[in-house]
Protein backbone atom coordinates (compact mmCIF):
# COMPACT_ATOMS: atom_id res chain seq x y z
CA UNK A 1 0.00 0.00 0.00
CA UNK A 2 1.21 3.22 -0.87
CA UNK A 3 0.95 5.70 1.72
CA UNK A 4 0.44 9.48 0.70
CA UNK A 5 2.04 12.37 2.86
CA UNK A 6 1.21 16.10 2.13
CA UNK A 7 4.19 17.80 1.01
CA UNK A 8 5.48 20.95 2.57
CA UNK A 9 7.02 23.92 1.28
CA UNK A 10 8.71 26.15 3.27
CA UNK A 11 8.01 29.78 2.38
CA UNK A 12 11.01 30.53 -0.28
CA UNK A 13 10.12 27.42 -2.10
CA UNK A 14 6.38 28.22 -2.31
CA UNK A 15 7.22 31.82 -3.51
CA UNK A 16 9.73 30.55 -6.14
CA UNK A 17 7.07 28.24 -7.53
CA UNK A 18 4.18 31.26 -7.39
CA UNK A 19 6.48 33.09 -9.20
CA UNK A 20 7.33 30.52 -11.70
CA UNK A 21 3.79 29.56 -12.09
CA UNK A 22 2.64 33.16 -12.85
CA UNK A 23 5.28 34.01 -15.15
CA UNK A 24 4.11 31.02 -17.43
CA UNK A 25 0.67 32.16 -17.17
CA UNK A 26 1.67 35.88 -18.31
CA UNK A 27 3.71 34.47 -20.46
CA UNK A 28 0.94 32.43 -22.32
CA UNK A 29 -1.46 35.52 -21.97
CA UNK A 30 0.89 37.95 -23.33
CA UNK A 31 2.20 36.11 -26.69
CA UNK A 32 0.77 37.22 -29.00
CA UNK A 33 0.68 41.25 -27.65
CA UNK A 34 4.41 40.55 -27.29
CA UNK A 35 4.93 39.74 -30.76
CA UNK A 36 7.60 41.82 -32.27
CA UNK A 37 6.59 44.08 -35.20
CA UNK A 38 7.22 42.99 -38.96
CA UNK A 39 9.67 44.72 -40.68
CA UNK A 40 7.96 45.90 -43.61
CA UNK A 41 9.25 44.42 -46.70
CA UNK A 42 7.63 41.77 -44.44
CA UNK A 43 4.48 43.59 -44.10
CA UNK A 44 3.22 44.21 -47.35
CA UNK A 45 2.29 41.95 -49.71
CA UNK A 46 -0.08 42.27 -53.10
CA UNK A 47 -2.27 39.56 -54.76
CA UNK A 48 -1.67 38.27 -58.23
CA UNK A 49 -3.61 35.77 -60.37
CA UNK A 50 -1.51 32.90 -62.27
CA UNK A 51 0.09 33.10 -65.52
CA UNK A 52 -0.98 36.84 -65.48
CA UNK A 53 0.98 38.02 -62.47
CA UNK A 54 4.49 39.79 -63.58
CA UNK A 55 6.97 39.48 -60.83
CA UNK A 56 9.64 41.68 -62.54
CA UNK A 57 7.08 44.85 -62.87
CA UNK A 58 5.66 44.44 -59.40
CA UNK A 59 9.08 43.93 -57.58
CA UNK A 60 9.69 47.34 -56.42
CA UNK A 61 6.33 47.82 -54.52
CA UNK A 62 6.13 44.28 -52.71
CA UNK A 63 8.18 40.90 -51.59
CA UNK A 64 5.18 38.98 -50.43
CA UNK A 65 2.66 37.73 -53.36
CA UNK A 66 -0.62 35.73 -52.78
CA UNK A 67 -2.16 33.48 -55.19
CA UNK A 68 -5.41 32.90 -56.49
CA UNK A 69 -4.94 29.01 -57.58
CA UNK A 70 -7.36 27.39 -59.01
CA UNK A 71 -8.15 24.04 -57.52
CA UNK A 72 -10.03 23.03 -60.43
CA UNK A 73 -7.31 23.57 -62.71
CA UNK A 74 -5.52 20.44 -60.88
CA UNK A 75 -8.68 18.27 -60.55
CA UNK A 76 -11.08 18.99 -63.47
CA UNK A 77 -14.64 17.67 -62.77
CA UNK A 78 -13.03 14.62 -61.37
CA UNK A 79 -12.32 15.63 -57.53
CA UNK A 80 -10.72 12.55 -56.83
CA UNK A 81 -8.05 12.86 -59.44
CA UNK A 82 -3.88 12.13 -58.82
CA UNK A 83 -2.29 15.71 -59.59
CA UNK A 84 1.10 14.81 -61.21
CA UNK A 85 2.23 17.99 -60.05
CA UNK A 86 3.65 20.68 -61.05
CA UNK A 87 1.81 20.13 -63.56
CA UNK A 88 -1.75 20.96 -63.25
CA UNK A 89 -4.34 18.82 -65.56
CA UNK A 90 -5.32 22.12 -67.68
CA UNK A 91 -1.66 21.82 -68.69
CA UNK A 92 -0.37 24.73 -67.04
CA UNK A 93 3.09 24.34 -65.17
CA UNK A 94 3.36 25.44 -61.72
CA UNK A 95 6.65 25.21 -61.45
CA UNK A 96 7.39 27.56 -64.26
CA UNK A 97 4.58 30.10 -62.83
CA UNK A 98 5.86 30.09 -59.08
CA UNK A 99 9.18 29.84 -59.69
CA UNK A 100 9.63 32.56 -61.72
CA UNK A 101 8.06 34.15 -59.08
CA UNK A 102 10.86 33.28 -56.66
CA UNK A 103 13.30 34.08 -58.92
CA UNK A 104 11.85 37.90 -58.49
CA UNK A 105 13.11 37.94 -55.01
CA UNK A 106 8.49 37.34 -53.96
CA UNK A 107 7.80 34.51 -51.32
CA UNK A 108 4.84 32.94 -52.19
CA UNK A 109 1.00 32.24 -50.57
CA UNK A 110 -1.03 30.33 -52.33
CA UNK A 111 -4.98 30.81 -51.66
CA UNK A 112 -6.48 27.63 -53.18
CA UNK A 113 -9.76 28.03 -54.61
CA UNK A 114 -11.85 25.26 -53.67
CA UNK A 115 -15.02 27.28 -54.41
CA UNK A 116 -15.61 26.71 -58.07
CA UNK A 117 -16.09 22.97 -57.98
CA UNK A 118 -19.50 23.17 -55.85
CA UNK A 119 -19.76 20.37 -53.14
CA UNK A 120 -22.36 18.16 -54.64
CA UNK A 121 -19.63 17.98 -57.39
CA UNK A 122 -16.87 16.59 -54.82
CA UNK A 123 -17.23 12.31 -54.79
CA UNK A 124 -15.92 12.23 -51.58
CA UNK A 125 -15.51 15.69 -49.82
CA UNK A 126 -13.04 14.78 -47.09
CA UNK A 127 -11.08 12.19 -48.56
CA UNK A 128 -10.50 14.14 -51.62
CA UNK A 129 -9.61 17.68 -50.02
CA UNK A 130 -7.45 15.59 -47.64
CA UNK A 131 -5.43 13.45 -50.61
CA UNK A 132 -5.27 17.02 -53.05
CA UNK A 133 -3.97 18.66 -49.57
CA UNK A 134 -0.92 15.94 -49.37
CA UNK A 135 0.20 16.33 -52.94
CA UNK A 136 0.08 20.19 -53.29
CA UNK A 137 2.49 20.18 -49.79
CA UNK A 138 4.40 17.39 -50.67
CA UNK A 139 4.80 19.33 -54.55
CA UNK A 140 5.31 23.07 -53.47
CA UNK A 141 6.31 23.28 -49.61
CA UNK A 142 9.37 24.67 -48.32
CA UNK A 143 10.70 21.52 -47.06
CA UNK A 144 10.42 19.69 -50.21
CA UNK A 145 12.99 19.29 -53.30
CA UNK A 146 11.38 22.44 -55.13
CA UNK A 147 10.26 24.68 -52.46
CA UNK A 148 8.49 27.40 -54.14
CA UNK A 149 4.94 28.04 -51.58
CA UNK A 150 5.49 28.89 -47.79
CA UNK A 151 1.79 28.90 -46.75
CA UNK A 152 -1.90 27.75 -48.37
CA UNK A 153 -4.97 28.87 -47.78
CA UNK A 154 -7.89 26.48 -47.37
CA UNK A 155 -10.25 28.54 -49.82
CA UNK A 156 -10.21 32.24 -50.00
CA UNK A 157 -14.12 33.35 -49.63
CA UNK A 158 -16.15 29.67 -49.49
CA UNK A 159 -19.77 31.51 -48.97
CA UNK A 160 -21.53 28.96 -51.17
CA UNK A 161 -20.14 25.94 -49.11
CA UNK A 162 -22.57 25.30 -45.71
CA UNK A 163 -20.15 26.34 -42.28
CA UNK A 164 -20.59 22.22 -41.35
CA UNK A 165 -19.07 21.28 -45.22
CA UNK A 166 -16.20 23.80 -45.07
CA UNK A 167 -15.21 22.53 -41.55
CA UNK A 168 -14.70 19.15 -43.39
CA UNK A 169 -12.43 20.64 -46.16
CA UNK A 170 -10.46 22.52 -43.42
CA UNK A 171 -9.79 19.73 -41.24
CA UNK A 172 -9.56 17.38 -43.74
CA UNK A 173 -7.20 19.60 -46.25
CA UNK A 174 -5.22 21.01 -43.77
CA UNK A 175 -4.69 17.67 -42.42
CA UNK A 176 -3.03 16.57 -46.12
CA UNK A 177 -0.77 19.63 -45.78
CA UNK A 178 0.64 18.71 -42.46
CA UNK A 179 1.17 15.47 -43.90
CA UNK A 180 2.53 16.52 -46.97
CA UNK A 181 4.97 19.41 -45.31
CA UNK A 182 5.01 20.20 -41.87
CA UNK A 183 7.02 23.30 -42.32
CA UNK A 184 4.02 24.87 -44.93
CA UNK A 185 2.10 27.68 -42.82
CA UNK A 186 -1.67 26.57 -43.25
CA UNK A 187 -3.61 29.33 -43.30
CA UNK A 188 -7.73 29.93 -43.02
CA UNK A 189 -10.08 31.54 -45.13
CA UNK A 190 -11.45 34.63 -44.77
CA UNK A 191 -12.80 34.79 -41.20
CA UNK A 192 -15.95 36.76 -40.06
CA UNK A 193 -16.13 36.42 -36.04
CA UNK A 194 -19.98 37.08 -36.32
CA UNK A 195 -22.08 34.68 -38.77
CA UNK A 196 -20.89 33.45 -41.59
CA UNK A 197 -21.58 34.93 -44.98
CA UNK A 198 -21.58 34.77 -48.87
CA UNK A 199 -17.81 36.23 -48.55
CA UNK A 200 -16.78 34.76 -45.07
CA UNK A 201 -16.63 31.80 -42.97
CA UNK A 202 -17.39 32.16 -39.40
CA UNK A 203 -14.32 31.44 -37.00
CA UNK A 204 -16.54 28.73 -35.33
CA UNK A 205 -15.68 26.15 -38.37
CA UNK A 206 -12.26 26.31 -37.11
CA UNK A 207 -13.16 25.94 -33.51
CA UNK A 208 -11.08 23.47 -31.93
CA UNK A 209 -8.53 23.08 -34.55
CA UNK A 210 -5.91 24.82 -33.30
CA UNK A 211 -3.45 22.66 -34.24
CA UNK A 212 -4.51 22.72 -37.89
CA UNK A 213 -3.48 26.02 -39.16
CA UNK A 214 -0.72 28.64 -38.01
CA UNK A 215 -2.49 32.10 -39.66
CA UNK A 216 -5.91 33.98 -39.30
CA UNK A 217 -7.00 35.40 -42.41
CA UNK A 218 -9.02 38.64 -42.83
CA UNK A 219 -10.37 40.28 -45.71
CA UNK A 220 -11.11 44.31 -45.07
CA UNK A 221 -12.37 47.06 -47.36
CA UNK A 222 -13.11 50.26 -47.08
CA UNK A 223 -16.73 50.23 -47.61
CA UNK A 224 -18.47 53.53 -46.43
CA UNK A 225 -21.59 52.15 -48.70
CA UNK A 226 -22.74 49.50 -50.04
CA UNK A 227 -24.77 48.53 -53.27
CA UNK A 228 -25.78 50.96 -55.41
CA UNK A 229 -22.76 53.00 -54.88
CA UNK A 230 -20.21 50.91 -52.67
CA UNK A 231 -18.50 54.27 -52.21
CA UNK A 232 -15.14 53.77 -50.40
CA UNK A 233 -13.60 56.70 -47.80
CA UNK A 234 -9.97 57.13 -46.50
CA UNK A 235 -8.59 55.14 -44.09
CA UNK A 236 -8.70 56.69 -41.01
CA UNK A 237 -12.48 57.58 -41.12
CA UNK A 238 -14.05 57.23 -38.44
CA UNK A 239 -17.38 56.37 -40.09
CA UNK A 240 -16.15 53.42 -41.55
CA UNK A 241 -17.85 50.57 -39.26
CA UNK A 242 -16.15 47.87 -40.67
CA UNK A 243 -12.92 48.55 -41.83
CA UNK A 244 -10.30 48.38 -38.91
CA UNK A 245 -13.08 46.99 -36.36
CA UNK A 246 -13.02 44.27 -38.15
CA UNK A 247 -9.68 43.77 -38.08
CA UNK A 248 -9.10 44.65 -34.49
CA UNK A 249 -12.27 41.90 -34.04
CA UNK A 250 -9.95 39.05 -35.07
CA UNK A 251 -7.14 40.12 -33.47
CA UNK A 252 -9.31 39.90 -30.35
CA UNK A 253 -10.53 36.74 -30.98
CA UNK A 254 -6.97 35.46 -31.61
CA UNK A 255 -6.06 36.68 -28.13
CA UNK A 256 -8.54 35.07 -26.57
CA UNK A 257 -8.67 31.45 -28.21
CA UNK A 258 -5.20 31.35 -30.27
CA UNK A 259 -2.98 33.30 -28.95
CA UNK A 260 -0.24 31.82 -30.59
CA UNK A 261 -1.42 32.11 -34.26
CA UNK A 262 -0.38 34.91 -36.59
CA UNK A 263 -3.49 36.86 -38.58
CA UNK A 264 -2.90 38.42 -41.60
CA UNK A 265 -4.78 40.97 -43.74
CA UNK A 266 -5.00 39.31 -47.00
CA UNK A 267 -7.63 41.45 -49.30
CA UNK A 268 -7.90 45.67 -49.20
CA UNK A 269 -7.99 48.62 -52.00
CA UNK A 270 -9.29 50.91 -54.29
CA UNK A 271 -10.58 50.83 -57.18
CA UNK A 272 -9.66 53.84 -59.41
CA UNK A 273 -11.13 54.42 -63.20
CA UNK A 274 -10.66 56.57 -65.60
CA UNK A 275 -13.84 56.23 -67.70
CA UNK A 276 -17.96 56.79 -65.56
CA UNK A 277 -19.84 53.14 -64.78
CA UNK A 278 -22.01 51.46 -67.82
CA UNK A 279 -25.42 53.35 -67.32
CA UNK A 280 -27.28 50.30 -68.31
CA UNK A 281 -25.51 47.78 -66.02
CA UNK A 282 -25.59 46.28 -61.95
CA UNK A 283 -22.84 48.87 -61.35
CA UNK A 284 -24.86 52.37 -62.40
CA UNK A 285 -24.62 53.95 -59.59
CA UNK A 286 -20.86 52.58 -58.70
CA UNK A 287 -18.22 55.43 -57.07
CA UNK A 288 -14.87 54.99 -57.41
CA UNK A 289 -12.31 57.31 -55.58
CA UNK A 290 -9.23 59.12 -58.22
CA UNK A 291 -6.03 58.03 -58.99
CA UNK A 292 -4.38 60.48 -56.41
CA UNK A 293 -6.96 58.74 -53.82
CA UNK A 294 -5.99 55.66 -54.49
CA UNK A 295 -1.96 56.59 -54.10
CA UNK A 296 -2.99 58.47 -50.84
CA UNK A 297 -5.51 56.03 -49.49
CA UNK A 298 -3.48 52.56 -50.19
CA UNK A 299 -0.36 53.75 -48.89
CA UNK A 300 -2.17 55.56 -45.19
CA UNK A 301 -3.92 51.86 -45.04
CA UNK A 302 -0.38 50.53 -45.05
CA UNK A 303 0.54 52.77 -42.31
CA UNK A 304 -2.43 52.45 -40.26
CA UNK A 305 -2.57 48.43 -40.58
CA UNK A 306 1.25 48.46 -38.83
CA UNK A 307 0.04 49.70 -35.77
CA UNK A 308 -2.67 46.91 -35.51
CA UNK A 309 -1.16 42.94 -34.20
CA UNK A 310 -1.51 41.83 -37.29
CA UNK A 311 1.74 39.82 -39.56
CA UNK A 312 0.64 40.61 -42.53
CA UNK A 313 -1.39 42.63 -45.16
CA UNK A 314 -1.43 42.06 -48.93
CA UNK A 315 -3.24 44.46 -51.46
CA UNK A 316 -5.65 43.99 -53.92
CA UNK A 317 -4.88 44.04 -56.80
CA UNK A 318 -2.03 44.17 -59.36
CA UNK A 319 -3.65 44.87 -62.45
CA UNK A 320 -6.98 46.23 -64.14
CA UNK A 321 -8.36 47.32 -67.03
CA UNK A 322 -10.08 50.35 -66.07
CA UNK A 323 -13.34 48.99 -65.79
CA UNK A 324 -15.74 51.38 -63.96
CA UNK A 325 -17.38 49.10 -61.28
CA UNK A 326 -16.44 47.05 -58.30
CA UNK A 327 -12.84 45.16 -57.34
CA UNK A 328 -12.28 46.06 -61.64
CA UNK A 329 -10.09 49.09 -61.30
CA UNK A 330 -8.08 47.77 -58.38
CA UNK A 331 -4.59 47.49 -59.97
CA UNK A 332 -1.42 49.09 -59.25
CA UNK A 333 -1.31 49.06 -62.83
CA UNK A 334 -3.77 49.39 -65.31
CA UNK A 335 -3.19 47.77 -68.61
CA UNK A 336 -0.10 46.77 -67.09
CA UNK A 337 1.12 50.51 -66.93
CA UNK A 338 1.79 51.91 -64.07
CA UNK A 339 -0.93 54.25 -61.75
CA UNK A 340 0.34 56.79 -59.49
CA UNK A 341 -0.40 54.35 -56.69
CA UNK A 342 2.64 52.49 -57.99
CA UNK A 343 4.94 55.11 -57.50
CA UNK A 344 3.41 55.76 -54.20
CA UNK A 345 3.77 51.82 -52.88
CA UNK A 346 7.37 51.50 -54.63
CA UNK A 347 8.25 54.50 -52.67
CA UNK A 348 6.76 53.09 -49.33
CA UNK A 349 8.57 50.00 -49.55
CA UNK A 350 11.67 51.27 -50.58
CA UNK A 351 11.85 53.77 -47.65
CA UNK A 352 10.43 51.47 -44.86
CA UNK A 353 11.58 48.50 -45.85
CA UNK A 354 14.32 48.07 -43.06
CA UNK A 355 12.21 49.82 -41.00
CA UNK A 356 9.33 48.43 -38.06
CA UNK A 357 6.43 50.56 -36.87
CA UNK A 358 7.36 51.71 -33.27
CA UNK A 359 4.79 54.37 -31.96
CA UNK A 360 1.93 56.82 -32.60
CA UNK A 361 3.22 59.98 -31.60
CA UNK A 362 -0.28 61.50 -32.85
CA UNK A 363 -3.15 60.28 -33.44
CA UNK A 364 -6.09 63.03 -33.95
CA UNK A 365 -8.69 61.79 -36.52
CA UNK A 366 -9.39 64.52 -38.88
CA UNK A 367 -6.90 66.62 -37.98
CA UNK A 368 -3.23 64.73 -37.85
CA UNK A 369 -1.34 61.53 -37.61
CA UNK A 370 2.60 61.40 -36.95
CA UNK A 371 3.44 57.61 -36.77
CA UNK A 372 7.60 56.26 -35.82
CA UNK A 373 9.50 53.51 -37.58
CA UNK A 374 12.64 52.04 -36.20
CA UNK A 375 15.57 51.03 -38.12
CA UNK A 376 16.00 46.74 -38.13
CA UNK A 377 19.60 47.40 -36.77
CA UNK A 378 20.28 50.91 -35.97
CA UNK A 379 17.70 52.07 -33.11
CA UNK A 380 18.81 55.68 -33.56
CA UNK A 381 17.32 56.10 -37.24
CA UNK A 382 14.08 56.87 -37.50
CA UNK A 383 11.53 57.97 -39.74
CA UNK A 384 8.77 60.03 -39.02
CA UNK A 385 5.31 59.52 -41.40
CA UNK A 386 2.96 62.64 -40.92
CA UNK A 387 -0.34 63.20 -43.04
CA UNK A 388 -3.79 65.13 -42.62
CA UNK A 389 -5.87 62.19 -42.32
CA UNK A 390 -9.04 63.40 -44.80
CA UNK A 391 -10.82 62.48 -47.49
CA UNK A 392 -10.76 66.39 -48.04
CA UNK A 393 -7.37 67.07 -50.04
CA UNK A 394 -6.66 69.28 -46.98
CA UNK A 395 -3.51 71.03 -45.89
CA UNK A 396 -2.20 72.07 -42.14
CA UNK A 397 0.51 72.90 -40.22
CA UNK A 398 1.78 70.33 -37.66
CA UNK A 399 3.61 71.33 -34.52
CA UNK A 400 6.04 68.64 -33.84
CA UNK A 401 6.82 67.02 -30.45
CA UNK A 402 10.06 67.26 -28.85
CA UNK A 403 13.09 65.13 -30.39
CA UNK A 404 17.07 64.19 -29.80
CA UNK A 405 18.57 64.90 -33.16
CA UNK A 406 18.21 66.35 -36.33
CA UNK A 407 16.12 65.63 -39.32
CA UNK A 408 18.49 65.17 -41.75
CA UNK A 409 16.06 65.22 -44.91
CA UNK A 410 12.24 65.21 -45.48
CA UNK A 411 10.16 63.74 -48.55
CA UNK A 412 6.86 63.56 -49.88
CA UNK A 413 4.88 60.99 -51.20
CA UNK A 414 4.97 60.87 -55.24
CA UNK A 415 2.38 60.22 -57.71
CA UNK A 416 5.04 59.70 -60.65
CA UNK A 417 8.01 58.31 -61.78
CA UNK A 418 11.93 59.64 -60.54
CA UNK A 419 13.17 61.26 -57.42
CA UNK A 420 10.80 61.60 -54.73
CA UNK A 421 9.95 65.41 -54.11
CA UNK A 422 12.09 66.68 -51.27
CA UNK A 423 10.24 68.86 -49.07
CA UNK A 424 11.77 72.08 -47.75
CA UNK A 425 12.19 71.06 -43.18
CA UNK A 426 14.82 72.53 -41.63
CA UNK A 427 17.13 69.70 -39.63
CA UNK A 428 15.48 71.13 -35.75
CA UNK A 429 12.23 72.02 -37.50
CA UNK A 430 9.53 72.38 -34.68
CA UNK A 431 6.31 72.63 -37.10
CA UNK A 432 6.24 71.29 -41.08
CA UNK A 433 3.01 71.36 -43.46
CA UNK A 434 1.09 68.41 -43.91
CA UNK A 435 -1.38 67.56 -46.38
CA UNK A 436 -3.25 64.45 -47.83
CA UNK A 437 -0.17 63.17 -49.53
CA UNK A 438 2.57 61.20 -46.40
CA UNK A 439 5.57 63.15 -45.21
CA UNK A 440 8.70 60.83 -44.44
CA UNK A 441 11.03 62.38 -42.11
CA UNK A 442 14.73 60.82 -41.92
CA UNK A 443 15.67 61.65 -38.35
CA UNK A 444 18.80 60.79 -36.81
CA UNK A 445 18.69 60.98 -33.29
CA UNK A 446 21.27 61.68 -30.35
Given at each position: MIVKRPIRLNPKELTRLSVCFFSIVAGIN????????????????????????????????TSLVRDYHPVEWDLGKDSDFATTFPLARNG????????????????????????TIPTNHWKDLAADTRSYGGRFARAFGPDGTNPLVESAEIGNEPGKFSDADYRTVFENMARGLRAGDAKLKIVTCNLTTGKSHAYAKSVDCIAGLTNLYDVLNVHSYAQLENWPTWRRSFPEDPALKEYLPDIRKLCDWRDAHAPDKEVWLTEFGYDSATGKPDPNGDFK???????????????????????????RAYLYFFNDNDLAQLHAASGLTRHFEPKPSFYAVAHL???????????????????????????????QRRVWVAWSPTGEGRSAKLELPAYAGKIERAEQMPLGEGTA?????????RQISINESPLYLFLKFD
Open positions: LHAAERPKPLFRDFMGINGHTVQFRPELYRPTVNWNTVYDSWRKAGYRIDVSLMIAQWVGVTDTQQAQWIVRSWLVFATLPIERRTLSDYRFHKELINRPGDAMLFEFTHATDSPSAAVDQNA
